[in-house]
């Protein structure tokens, strides 16, 4: 697996820890409305990278100075699931941290396998839209507007039932957070945000939801 050439020290993306942030080079499936890592990080895959060995060397030496490790990417669960497995494992035996995954939910099975085996503390989940409340056809437009991508009724499944489950993990190291879209009215946001206190009366659960502003990228 390629990993990104700068391994980030992070004190935000987890709430009250030292984060060493990882991005995956393998690319998305997305491309998301305004994407701060499309063009350095999938578009044009640095010819300079890291591995996992890379990693595993860093962590012996210089682990101690984090308390969390968060996999990004673009779309860390594009990878193959025995290269994430074999990964997140051998990041266990090195690092007595928590570990966190951020996915955009398009995989469902790897995030509930991430669960299922102990391979994660958490799961960091952007619920793009109101999936629940938009028709695939009807609504494809807004779809491509702001995932770049042609939805369907699998994917949208997909995508639902990958918020729901890191909501009954019920982790305050989970979390789901939708990025305000300044191309979306804010009924869109009250859906969303609707639907995540729906889910989590259900489960009984408290996984943070936070509603982050939209920030231009950089040109």
Do not use: W
């Not at 409305?33 to 060397?57: Q, R, S, V």
């Amino acid at each position: 697996m390629k990993l990104y050439n700068n391994f980030i020290r992070t004190f935000t993306d987890l709430p009250n820890h030292t984060t060493l942030l990882i991005h995956s080079l393998s690319g998305c499936p997305l491309h998301c409305f305004g994407c701060h890592n499309y063009d350095e990080i999938i578009a044009n895959t640095p010819k300079e990278y890291k591995t996992a060995d890379d990693l595993y060397d860093y962590l012996r030496k210089s682990g101690f100075l984090f308390d969390a490790i968060m996999f990004s990417g673009g779309e860390f669960l594009i990878n193959s699931l025995n290269e994430v497995r074999d990964l997140l494992q051998q990041v266990r035996t090195l690092f007595d941290g928590k570990i966190i995954v951020t996915t955009s939910g398009i995989y469902y099975q790897k995030v509930r396998t991430l669960y299922e085996e102990n391979l994660v503390d958490g799961i960091h989940i952007d619920m793009k839209l109101p999936y629940h409340v938009l028709d695939v056809k009807e609504d494809a437009q807004i779809y491509k507007d702001i995932m770049g991508i042609t939805p369907s009724k699998k994917v949208v499944n997909q995508l639902i039932a990958s918020v729901d489950a890191v909501i009954e993990h019920n982790s305050i190291l989970d979390q789901v957070r939708t990025v305000q879209y300044p191309l979306l009215d804010e009924a869109f946001f009250t859906e969303i945000r609707h639907f995540v206190e729906e889910r989590k009366a259900y489960h009984g659960s408290i996984v943070p939801y936070f509603q982050n502003e939209f920030v231009h990228p950089v040109s």
